[in-house]
């Protein structure tokens, strides 16, 4: 048996990320959790993951910087940015840091 995909979500509003977690875990995956930047880059250093869904706005940093880490490290997740701050801009400089989408 396939073990689940295991994936990290990065968000800072507590509410939001353990609805992400319910719903990703219904779905068969298996879910880690982090609040901040630093928080994911230490579950990161710790593991291996399928993929990072990370907030754009944290509050040590933003997702991209989490983004320009993971690829810097040459780490092999994939990322992908959500935020209720979505901007052409933003859309662009994320799939430019290594997000898979946005």
Not at 14 to 42: H, I, K, Q
Not at 66 to 76: C, F, K, T
């Amino acid at each position: 048996m396939n073990a689940a995909p295991k994936l990290l979500v990065v968000d800072d509003e507590p509410d939001l990320r353990t609805l992400y977690e319910l719903t990703l875990v219904r779905e068969g995956y298996d879910v880690d959790s982090a609040g901040t930047v630093e928080e994911a880059w230490a579950r990161l250093i710790d593991g291996h993951y399928s993929a990072v869904i990370t907030d754009m706005r944290l509050p040590d940093g933003t997702g991209l910087d989490l983004l320009r880490r993971i690829e810097s490290a040459g780490r092999s997740e994939k990322a992908i940015v959500i935020t209720a701050y979505g901007s052409a801009e933003n859309a662009v400089e994320a799939l430019k840091a290594g997000a898979f989408d946005y």
